[in-house]
């Protein structure tokens, strides 16, 4: 089986060189290009499996090369991990909305991170079974629900986003009262609470979740 090829574009030298040697470590080939302009060009030209794209840079910058991306048929579809110097939720709702499959913050994050996230998206034939598998339940991930009830529809999104991938069925609510009913009806196998919520807050979900027998025993 032939490698897999990963283009990174960062404008920081040390940084893009040592993620290049973990993924060559991991098994991937990887390209390695500091500037946008030059790896939009190397984009086209290798047509690579995967794109690990910093969004701040000079001249071409990671936006700008996304948008690029969206306007030419032969490289849209390749899949794009961002790597930014930015958490905050509008970023990642951006990159989200031009079709980022994940993201990843500078500060909070390994090489091990990057290699695993890749992994997530580019299983090999050999290894696909057990990556996809860490860290599930013993049940088949279609009869697997999860709940999230959480008011930041970002947040929310990114997980859920990210739960599906991974093969689970996932339901979301924005409020309190939408989860209460969500957990009636689907019967999820876990839920996950946000405490502070506008209007009802996680607290009294949570009373009222274990003071109905039909929902009393969901994690």
């Given at each position: 089986m032939s490698k897999k090829i990963i283009l990174v574009?960062?404008?920081?030298?040390?940084?893009?060189?040592?993620?290049?040697?973990?993924?060559?470590?991991?098994?991937?080939?990887?390209?390695?290009?500091?500037s946008g302009a030059k790896g939009l060009d190397e984009l086209r030209a290798i047509r690579p499996?995967?794109?690990?794209?910093?969004?701040l840079m000079p001249g071409m910058s990671g936006y700008q090369l996304l948008d690029a991306m969206k306007e030419d048929p032969t490289i849209a579809s390749i899949?794009?991990?961002?790597?930014?110097?930015s958490g905050q939720p509008s970023d990642i709702e951006h990159v989200l909305n031009l079709?980022?499959?994940?993201?990843?913050?500078?500060?909070?994050?390994?090489?091990?991170?990057?290699?695993?996230?890749?992994?997530?998206?580019l299983p090999d034939d050999e290894g696909a079974e057990s990556a996809n598998t860490q860290g599930k339940p013993t049940t088949s991930s279609d009869k697997f629900t999860i709940l999230i009830i959480e008011?930041?529809?970002?947040?929310?999104q990114?997980?859920?986003?990210?739960?599906?991938?991974d093969?689970?069925?996932?339901?979301?609510?924005?409020?309190?009262?939408?989860g209460l009913q969500l957990a009636?009806?689907?019967?999820?196998?876990?839920?996950?609470?946000?405490?502070?919520?506008?209007?009802?807050?996680?607290?009294?979900?949570?009373?009222?979740?274990?003071?109905?027998?039909?929902?009393?025993?969901?994690?």
């Open positions: 574009i960062d404008d920081d030298p040390i940084l893009g060189n040592v993620i290049k040697n973990r993924i060559e470590e991991a098994g991937f080939i990887c390209v390695f290009e500091t499996n995967l794109l690990l794209l910093d969004l899949p794009v991990i961002v790597i930014s110097n079709g980022v499959r994940d993201f990843i913050v500078k500060a909070h994050f390994s090489p091990e991170d990057i290699v695993q996230k890749i992994k997530n998206i008011d930041d529809t970002t947040l929310s990114i997980a859920a986003d990210r739960f599906r991938f093969g689970y069925s996932v339901h979301t609510a924005k409020d309190g009262d939408g009636k009806e689907v019967s999820p196998s876990i839920i996950l609470l946000d405490l502070i919520m506008p209007g009802k807050s996680g607290f009294i979900v949570l009373q009222e979740l274990k003071a109905d027998p039909a929902t009393k025993a969901i994690p």
